[in-house]
C-alpha cells in the first residue's frame, strides 16, 4: 500500500458536553467540558473506567454521537453539524474498530473487508485489488475465504482492521478493540496497529481501560473520570509524573511497584520517635534511568539503602523506573537532595519504626 | 381405494400446493418489506417513524387477530374485486395472501431484531445510507432467521388453506372434510391426513436445510 499515502488528520474536542435525557425527566451529562487536541499522524489513548464518558467522546469524532454542545472537529469538518450526506463523506475518512469486531457472519473474511468499499461506491474491478492489498496487509491470506465464525479473536480484529483501513480514512478510532482478547493476542494486534500507524501516517485515537495499552501504543494520552478530562499529555510525561489520583490508580495496575504488605502495614505517615527509616519512591527518568545511581549514592554518602520494589520499563523506546526504598530517616534528607541534584523525582511515602 | 378417488387426491393436492405457493411468494414480497419496516422504524432506529410504526403495527395485530375461517367470509367482496369471484380455488388465495402477509411481516421483524446491533453501528461508521444498512447488513444478517420464519408461514397457511372449502377453494383439507367426513369415507381421511404430514415435514426438512446453508454463524468443519 506504500503507493496509497494516507496522512493522518487531526481532531479537535473544544468544550464538548453531552447530556442524555433521563427517564422521570432530567439529564445525565455523560461528558462535560472536555477539550483535547488530537495532533495528525499520533496515536493518542483515552483512559478511563467504564461509565467514564470515553466511548461516548470516541463516538463524536464520527458522528455515531453528536455532542451537546461544544464542537467536534475532524479534518477542518464540524462533525457535529454536518448533514447526513456530509456526515456518510465524514465517515468514509474515519475507520472504526470495536471491542467485539462487528463482523458480517454472514460474509466471507474477504467479503467483509470489502463491505466499506462497496457502501462507498467502488468500481468493482479496484475492489479487488484493494481487499487484497488489505488482507494480505493484516496477514490473513489463507484465511481469505472463511466465514467469522471460523477464526480466532485475534484473527477476526485483524479483518476489523483491515475493512476499517478499507476507504483509505485519515483517522482510525478504536473502541476497546483489546480488550476482548488475551494478552498475547493483544500485543499482535497493538503491534499491527502501531505499524500502520508508522507506514500509513494515520492518526489513531483509541480508548482503553487497560493503561498497559496506552504505554505500548500510544503517545499520548489523556485520562476522562466522571465525564472530564483529568489529565492529558504525552505519555511518558504523564506515566513518570502522573498528578490526578484517577491516573495514579490506572498506573499502579501497570507499574507493578506497590509496597509490599508487611511494610505497607507497619507504615505510618508521620516519622515515629526513636530509629526509624523513611520510605521514598524514586522516579528514574530519562537517560538516568539505567544508571546504577543507588550504588553510587550508597557509596558517596556511606548510606545504607533498602530496595523495597522495583521495575523499569519502556514507554516508547524511552525506559523509565519505579523504585521503592527505604534509608535511615536521619539521613534521608541528603539520600533526596543527592537523587534530586541527578535529576530524579522523588516521593516521601512514609515511615516504618 | 379406486383410480379415481387418487385421481382426486393427487389433484387436491396439486390444489393445495398452488394455493399455498401463491400465497407465500405474494406474502413475502409484502410481508418482507413490512417486516423489514416494522424492525427499523421505532422511535431513533434506522427508518424512524414512530407514527407510521405503530399505525402499521395495529394493523398487523388487527390482521392476525381475526380467526382464518372469519377472514375468509368477511372478506368476501374484497376477494371478489381482486380475483373477479368470490368462490374457488383461485379465489380463495386472496383471504390465504392477506393472512400471510402480516404474520410473514411479524416473523420477519422477530428475525431483523435478532441482528446484533453492533453489525447497525459498524455500518453506520462506514457511512452506510438506512437502504444500504438494510440491503447489505440486515437481510443477509437475518436470513437464517427469514428462511425459519418462511417455513413456518408455509407449514400455517397449509393448515390454513383446509379451511377455504367454506368459499368453494378446494384441496386437501376440502377433500377431506366432503369425502372422509361428510361421505364418510375415511379410507379418503386418512389419505389426506398422511399426505399433509408428509407435505409439512418436507416444507420443514427444506427449511431448516436452506436456514442452515445460509447461516455461517456456527463453526464447521470444511474439509480440514
Redesign the interface.
Known sequence: MAENQITGAGITFENVGKAFPQKGGGTVNALENVSLTVEPGTITGIIGRSGAGKSTLLRMVNGLEQPTSGTVTVAGHDVGRAGAAELRRIRRDVGMIFQHFNLLSSRTVYENVALPLEIAGTPAREIKGRVDDLVARVGLEQLAKRYPAELSGGQKQRVGIARALATQPKVLLSDEATSALDPETTQTVLDLLADINRDLGLTILLITHEMAVVRDIASHVAVIDGGRIVEQGATYDIFTAPQHATTRSFLSGVTGVTLPRFIADQMSATRPTGPAREVIRITFVGENATDPLLARMSEELGLQVNILAGAIEEIGTRPFGNLLISVDATRADEARAYLQNHDQRTEVLGYVG | MSANLINMLMEATWQTVYMVAVATVIGAVFGIPIGVFLACSQRGELLSAPLVNKVLGVIVNATRSVPFIILVVSIIPVTRFIAGTSIGTTAAIVPLTIAAIPFIGRLVENAIREV?S??I?????????PM?IIR??LI??A?PGITLGLTLAVVSLIGYSAMVGAVGGEGLGDLGIRYGYQRFMPSVMLAVVVILIVMVQLVQTAGEFLARR?D?????N?GR
Not at chain 2, 453501528?121 to 445510507?129: K, P, S, V
Not at chain 2, 455461517?216 to 464447521?220: I, L, V
Open positions: 446484533d453492533g453489525l453501528e459498524a455500518a453506520r461508521a462506514m457511512g452506510a445510507t444500504q447489505k447488513v443477509p444478517e436470513l445460509v455461517k454463524r456456527a463453526p464447521r470444511r
